[in-house]
């Protein structure tokens, strides 16, 4: 770059490439115009801008307040010119709001106008008459900053990608028009340097005005107004003029201030971006601001859309963190500013069942419980309506029949609205929401979105209470079930027990049968301290393991040695160990309910065998048969494996439910064959875990299988 290229080239040289861009931006726009008006006030207005940066261009090779006058007097134009351009895009939105606009807008331009006059005609000092053009400029900054906004966010979602070249070109236009004019108009002028790169930075826009131009050639835009997109352009509006009036108040303070003025200024700016952050980041300002829009600009309170979008956002919350009471809290809270509340559930799906705090928001932990029959929930169940405290208090006769219990004044003082949760098994719980940030009237278009709300709250507590029962339910199911496992082996054990008893009167000096008995003592009660840690512990006692088949029948056929007709076992002649991996209580005790049935049905002078046999694929089949009752096809096909179904008149129906269970746990199997009159044959299939065989004193593993 030349060393010897001075500030005021630097200007020159910019106005006339910005003024070369906008003339043939200028011809591109008049080339495609059809007539329509907002095509025709943006071609207007690239038209009035390419004017103002020739006489920019002038102005900046000889400066002087005459040369001053022509780009000043350009500038009010163009920058209006801008502004009905975008206030033409916005005007299917802003309804009756787009006259005051307009006529911000127009105030504005006239400020600037007047400037100009004034330097132009003396008619006020030269300072003050700039003061007023630097202001106009500075205000429609911010409203041009405002415009931008409302078109972005109400635009439809589909032509947003059409109005976003131009939304951030001109949105960062006006970004340095705010900061070029509220820094001129504290020091009295403009910065020498920030003006100088003024025209280029205008220049830089229009590539992006011409892509929106091209995306959306007739500039018919289809608007969406939303409540959120209202609040927020009049937040920032309000946050412009709030920063307009503090930079006037701080220009003046330096002004008049002397050697202390500036340092005031200073502190001065400092306290006011406090305040503003402070009000900014206030719930219940925002909260005010939020009210006092849908109360004068919308003629209902709520964009039921976002409103409803919001409240299922928020019941869907409900995770690890947050459980479901907090987030109906929270949601039924947001709909009415409310900072919190607090949740009371029913105990269980009884009717009569006590209420009890289930879910707080902002509350400190309180125990307080109503009981189903008190006045407050007598009245909710009755009447079904949202009680509004406030007008009780003022009015009791609004809410006849209704009794406030004690608490709600000493423990929840600040209480607001009670809301009744009213689901498919009646009255489920109630919330009570804190009173509101800001001062809220309670219409009928509040209640009937909480209404419509505190459905959709209630249907989903009371799935969760349903879900919670059924959890419940089957935990008791699952301690029954195993309850009735322990019933049955305990008759058993009541049956070895009763055997011994009715034999010691005929053999009770015999000392065989006294070791005899005293071993079947020991074993039933070992079995019973096991039968009451199973129950206790809800879980197995003893882990699976390798057991040998052969000794686990050996046991069975002990165990019912005294009992008739004799049982036989018919065991392998190889004499090697077929090993299963199961439970050697549980085994024993499901093979024990088979073979005693086969006792039970058969008569004294019948048969009952235990036979041992090799299956397929290292498989081992025990086989029991009977020539006892036998039973019918029907009664196997639709009734014996399911639980308390028998056709003993003592028993329980749960030995034959157990048995094919746990063969199946174990990867197992069990058949029935019957005929009546005639006898059972039943057979249960187990997968061998492995085949050992004794050869000369040791113990090989079969090829293909490892030791455990």
């Not at 002397?258 to 925002?286: C, D, Y």
């Not at 219990?405 to 009646?426: E, H, Q, R, V």
């Not at 076992?569 to 499901?590: F, I, K, Q, T």
């Amino acid at each position: 770059m030349n060393e010897s290229l001075t500030l005021a080239d630097f200007a020159f040289r910019g106005y006339g490439l910005t003024a070369v861009v906008f003339a043939g931006f200028a011809l591109y726009l008049y080339a495609a115009w059809r007539g329509a008006l907002v095509g025709g006030c943006l071609l207007l207005t690239v038209a009035l801008s390419c004017g103002w940066a020739l006489a920019s261009l002038w102005y900046a090779r000889s400066p002087s307040v005459e040369r001053y006058l022509w780009p000043a007097s350009l500038d009010v134009l163009r920058t209006g010119g801008w502004l009905v351009f975008l206030l033409l895009l916005l005007r299917p939105i802003l309804g009756r709001s787009w006259n005051r606009f307009l006529a911000a807008a127009l105030v504005m331009m006239g400020a600037q106008a007047l400037g100009v006059i004034a330097i132009a005609f003396s008619l006020a000092p030269d300072e003050s008459a700039l003061k007023l053009n630097l202001g106009g400029l500075l205000a429609a900054s911010v409203l041009g900053l405002v415009l931008i906004e409302q078109l972005y966010r109400n635009v439809a979602p589909d032509m947003r990608w059409a109005l976003k070249p131009l939304c951030m070109g001109l949105g960062a236009a006006y970004m340095f028009e705010l900061y070029l004019f509220a820094d001129a108009f504290l020091f009295g002028r403009p910065n020498p340097v920030i003006w100088a790169v003024r025209g280029p930075v205008h220049a830089l826009i229009i590539p992006l005005v011409a892509v929106s131009g091209a995306r959306n050639p007739s500039w018919s835009l289809r608007i969406s107004l939303s409540r959120e997109a209202v609040f927020h352009s009049t937040a920032l509006g309000l946050s412009g003029v709030y920063l307009l009036v503090v930079s006037s108040a701080g220009y003046y303070v330096r002004y008049f201030g002397g050697e202390w003025g500036h340092a005031l200024q200073i502190m001065l700016l400092f306290a006011a971006l406090l305040l503003l952050a402070f009000f900014m980041s206030s719930s219940s300002q925002r909260a005010k601001l939020r009210v006092f829009i849908s109360k004068h600009l919308f003629p209902y309170r709520y964009d039921y859309r976002t409103e409803w979008l919001r409240f299922t956002k928020s019941l869907s919350a409900a995770d690890g963190q947050v459980d479901l009471g907090q987030s109906v809290v929270t949601a039924l809270a947001n709909l009415v500013e409310s900072p919190g509340g607090v949740l009371w559930l029913r105990s269980g799906m009884e009717e009569d069942g006590c209420y009890t705090i289930h879910g707080r928001v902002n509350y400190p932990v309180a125990e307080v419980t109503e009981t189903a029959d008190s006045p407050l929930l007598h009245f909710m169940r009755a009447r079904d309506w949202v009680i509004n405290l406030e007008e009780y208090r003022r009015n009791p006769a609004a809410y006849p029949d209704l009794v406030l219990p004690d608490w709600l004044a000493t423990t929840f003082p600040d209480a607001w609205l009670l809301i009744p949760l009213t689901g498919g098994k009646g009255l489920i719980g109630f919330v009570m929401l804190a009173a509101p940030r800001t001062r809220f009237e309670i219409n009928w278009e509040v209640l009937d979105l909480l209404k419509t709300a505190r459905h959709q709250a209630a249907s989903d507590l009371e799935r969760m209470l349903v879900a919670e029962d059924l959890l419940e339910a089957r935990k008791f199911e699952s301690f029954t079930r195993m309850s009735a496992f322990v019933v049955h082996d305990l008759k058993n054990l009541v049956a070895q027990l009763s055997l011994m008893l009715r034999n010691a009167e005929r053999h009770k000096d015999n000392p065989e049968f006294q070791a005899d008995m005293l071993e079947t003592v020991a074993h039933v009660e070992a079995r019973m301290r096991g039968l009451m840690a199973q129950l206790q512990e809800k879980r197995s006692i003893d882990p699976p393991r390798a057991l040998n088949l052969i000794k686990v029948l050996e046991n069975v056929r002990n165990a019912k040695r005294e009992q008739r007709p004799l049982l036989e076992l018919d065991l392998p002649r190889e004499g090697g160990a077929l090993m299963v991996l199961a439970h050697s209580e549980r085994l024993e005790r499901v093979l024990g309910h088979v073979v005693q049935n086969a006792l039970e049905a058969t008569p004294e002078n019948g048969n009952v065998r235990i036979s041992l046999e090799a299956g397929s694929q290292e498989r081992v089949r025990i086989v029991v048969e009977d020539t006892g009752c036998g039973m019918s096809e029907a009664f196997i096909r639709e009734r014996l494996s399911r639980p308390f179904e028998t056709t003993k008149a003592s028993g329980m129906g749960i030995g034959v439910y157990e048995t094919r269970r746990y063969i199946r746990e174990l990867g197992g199997e069990v058949s029935y064959e019957s005929t009546e009159g005639v006898g059972t044959k039943v057979g249960i299939e187990l997968p061998l875990h492995t085949r050992l065989h004794a050869v000369g004193g040791e113990k090989h593993a079969e090829p293909g299988e490892k030791h455990g």
